[in-house]
């Protein structure tokens, strides 16, 4: 994920077998929005 200046916030690296979790991405995406909004 990268914020709006295209700085690298985070990254998650999973092998196939294991699937991605779509409500966890949101969840984060969401708390590093918060986290721009408020500041920190």
Do not use: Y
């Amino acid at each position: 994920m990268a914020d709006p200046d295209f700085i690298i916030k985070a990254m998650e690296l999973l092998t196939a077998d294991v699937g991605r979790n779509p409500d966890e991405l949101l969840r984060q995406i969401r708390a590093f929005q918060h986290v721009s909004a408020i500041g920190r």
